[in-house]
Nanobody, 121 residues
Framework: QVQLVESGGGLVQAGGSLRLSCAAS????????MGWVRQAPGKEREFVAR???????YYADSGKGRFTISRENAKNTIYLQMNSLKPEDTAVYYC???????????????WGQGTQVTVSS
């Protein structure tokens, strides 16, 4: 069993930055593919960024050039650095983990509880 705990959300003005963190329990963190998924009110969940167990990264078009996902296996933690934030980035951001080589919406083994990000205009 893996527990994921997000932190770092909050209220920021458009153009600002936030850094989300997700701390994971468990000894085999390095074997998990990890990612960040967001859900805005009335919208479906969107995978904004993911990082494989090998460190390969993927970004949705909505975050390319603005978001950076990284992982620190020694601390069982992943991060999402979000720059140049826009009001449309407002959503609950969830940390996700999969015990496999890749991760997507249909292949998530563990979810965090979510952290709210609100970007004001």
């Amino acid at each position: 069993q893996v527990q994921l705990v997000e932190s770092g959300g909050g209220l920021v003005q458009a153009g600002g930055s936030l850094r989300l963190s997700c701390a994971a329990s468990g000894r085999t963190f390095s074997s998990y593919s990890m990612g960040w998924v967001r859900q805005a009110p009335g919208k479906e969940r969107e995978f904004v960024a993911r990082i494989s167990r090998g460190g390969s990264t993927y970004y949705a078009d909505s975050g390319k050039g603005r978001f950076t996902i990284s992982r620190e296996n020694a601390k069982n933690t992943i991060y999402l650095q979000m720059n140049s934030l826009k009001p449309e980035d407002t959503a609950v951001y969830y940390c996700a983990a999969a015990d496999r080589s890749t991760i997507n919406i249909g292949a998530v083994d563990y979810w965090g509880q979510g952290t709210q990000v609100t970007v004001s205009s």
